[in-house]
């Protein structure tokens, strides 16, 4: 089972690798954060440390490409390298292991793969 601190990126670390602030939403621990590419992509990414969830909805237009909703989160970091910027969000509990690698920076995309133990 789960156990430990659910680690989340600080506001002021978002800002500063991707220009935009959490958005905190009211009576919860969910923070929102709100992408959009040059091509008209959007993604929603928000988090909540309290029931360690993670959501992501990538629309273009009003097409929804991705809807994707899992419990279980570890961890939510945010990384840049090689020119790439990208949240990277760590699932664990008994039996699996899991990350989900969302892409910001120079271009969105996603990353998910989830195993057994």
């Known amino acids: 089972m789960m156990s430990g601190e659910f680690r989340m990126p600080e506001a002021v670390d978002v800002l500063s690798a991707i220009g935009v602030l959490p958005e905190t939403q009211e ?17 929603s990414f928000s988090y909540d440390s309290m029931e360690r969830s993670v959501r992501v909805v990538w629309q273009r237009g009003r097409e929804v490409i991705v809807d994707l909703f899992r419990e279980g989160a570890t961890s939510v970091d945010i990384r840049s390298e090689a020119g790439i910027t990208y949240f990277l969000v760590e699932f664990q509990d008994e039996g699996w292991y899991g990350t989900l690698k969302i892409q910001v920076f120079p271009i969105l995309s996603l990353k998910d793969t989830l195993l057994r133990n």
């Open 27 to 43: 009576d919860s621990e969910t923070r929102v954060i709100r992408i959009v590419d040059s091509s008209g992509g959007e993604i």
